[in-house]
T-cell receptor
Framework: DAKTTQPPSMDCAEGRAANLPCNHS???????VYWYRQIHSQGPQYIIH???NNETNEMASLIITEDRKSSTLILPHATLRDTAVYYC????????????FGSGTKLNVKP | DVKVTQSSRYLVKRTGEKVFLECVQD?????MFWYRQDPGLGLRLIYF???????EKGDIPEGYSVSREKKERFSLILESASTNQTSMYLC???????????FGDGTRLSIL
């Protein structure tokens, strides 16, 4: 599976949009992009995933570039409860056992 | 919503004890997983199961075994607990294909 690169930390003001980038320049055609977050002392929480089209659900939007080499997770109106470590993961459809969490991005939402 | 339930949030055991960690999922998922999470090392896969009574070793199976007698339940067993097995243990489940893994809240295990 392709490797991902994320900034170690980001700050965001409460109420503003949080845009979390992820680079996956070696992604292949059958690999999906998944986003999770982990709030301290809890298990990872699934947020959203996509293959090549932009996706939106009640939690967030996922924007994947046309060449699929990078993506952005957007939390439209960040709250203090969104403070967490966010992980971007790339996985091929047939590798259901290959979920590799890297270091992620620590998002600090500030009042 | 998918619910993955781990039997304990916190557990303290002694060196040499046999330890059982239980995980139950309510979405009829075929695949279940056990990970441990340690600072600076991320999540590491211990074992996974793709069907009842089937199991496969992950990246760090030494010192662990698993049991899957029913589809909804996956147990992790520490045969003889050691202090280097002090960690956060996470269970997850998923369907086949592109579906995401869904995680439980974790068990923070301390071996004294």
């Amino acid at each position: 599976d392709a490797k991902t690169t994320q900034p170690p930390s980001m700050d965001c003001a409460e109420g503003r949009a949080a845009n979390l980038p992820c680079n996956h320049s070696t992604i292949s055609g059958n690999e999906y992009v998944y986003w999770y977050r982990q709030i301290h002392s809890q298990g990872p929480q699934y947020i959203i995933h996509g293959l090549k089209n932009n996706e939106t659900n009640e939690m967030a939007s996922l924007i994947i570039t046309e060449d699929r080499k990078s993506s952005t997770l957007i939390l439209p109106h960040a709250t203090l409860r969104d403070t967490a470590v966010y992980y971007c993961i790339v996985r091929a459809i047939y590798n259901f056992n290959k979920f590799y969490f890297g270091s992620g991005t620590k998002l600090n939402v500030k009042p | 919503d998918v619910k993955v339930t781990q039997s304990s949030r916190y557990l303290v055991k002694r060196t040499g004890e046999k330890v059982f960690l239980e995980c139950v999922q309510d979405m009829d998922h075929e695949n279940m997983f056990w990970y441990r999470q340690d600072p600076g090392l991320g999540l590491r896969l211990i074992y996974f199961s793709y069907d009842v009574k089937m199991k496969e070793k992950g990246d760090i199976p030494e010192g662990y075994s698993v049991s899957r007698e029913k589809k909804e339940r996956f147990s992790l067993i520490l045969e003889s607990a050691s202090t280097n097995q002090t960690s956060m243990y996470l269970c997850a489940s998923t369907v086949q294909g592109a579906g995401p893994q869904h995680f439980g809240d974790g068990t923070r295990l301390s071996i004294l």
